[in-house]
């Protein structure tokens, strides 16, 4: 059964940094594309980039390029979504999703990990 | 940057009675493939997004028959043709072309 489970909920200062994950299971990590979507408070889903794990290829919405870092560790299974300097606005949940191989869609999702930036 | 622009952003219907989603993109998604990348998803409320449909048409494992999807280049539709209780949530389409994906701002759906 594939599987994307992801870190656990967190509460940031404004200013601090940041690294969240979301790991893969039940199927070749290495294979299949990572997007990282946002989905702040009453709003809706927003693409923020997208890694291959088999060559640590991503790329990034423009609306998120410079804002964040998306990486990966083939050897754990994992994928990365960090910042430098958290802002409130940064305030939200953030899914992982796993692309399909047949296509450009996202077939599976982790569970979302919220973030909090407040002082 | 592309958008999507989903019609209507909420709509309540009777359990049993038919719900139509319409989403229409800035630019065609037919790519050079052959392939036309328009998806569908549902989020339930406290829930992650789950597909419903990719490929314009084609319904994801384990998704009732009941949900269709139809279009091409720019203008796609979402059908649900009997309405249930379960179906409630929010609903997006999302569009992905050369590794660049939007999403519509969502349709929320609620039961009468």
């Known amino acids: 059964e594939v599987q994307l489970v992801q870190s656990g909920a967190e509460v940031i200062q404004p200013g601090e940094s940041l690294k969240i994950f979301c790991q893969g299971s039940?199927?070749?990590?290495?294979?299949?594309?990572i997007a990282w979507v946002r989905q702040m408070p009453g709003k809706g889903l927003e693409w923020m980039g997208i890694i291959y794990p088999g060559d640590s290829d991503a790329r990034y919405s423009p609306s998120f390029q410079g804002q964040v870092t998306i990486s990966v560790d083939k050897s754990s299974n994992a994928a990365y979504l960090q910042w430098s300097g958290l802002k409130a606005s940064d305030t939200a949940m953030y899914y992982c999703?796993?692309?399909?191989?047949?296509?450009?869609?996202?077939?599976?999702w982790g569970q979302g990990t919220l973030v909090t930036v407040s002082s | 940057d592309f958008v999507m622009t989903q019609t209507p952003l909420s709509l309540s219907v009777t359990p049993g009675q038919p719900a139509s989603i319409s989403c229409r993109s800035s630019r065609s998604l037919l790519h050079s493939d052959g392939k036309t990348y328009l998806h569908w998803y549902v989020q339930r409320p406290g829930q992650s997004p789950q597909l419903l449909i990719f490929e314009v048409s084609n319904r994801f494992s384990g998704v009732p028959d009941r949900f269709s999807g139809s279009g091409s280049g720019t203008d796609f539709t979402l059908k649900i043709s009997r309405v249930e209780a379960e179906d409630v949530g929010i609903y997006y389409c999302m569009e992905s072309l050369q590794l660049q994906y939007s999403f519509g701002q969502g349709t929320k759906l609620e039961i009468k």
């Open positions: 039940g199927y070749i990590f290495a294979r299949y594309w």
């Open positions: 999703a796993r692309q399909a191989d047949t296509g450009y869609d996202f077939d599976h």
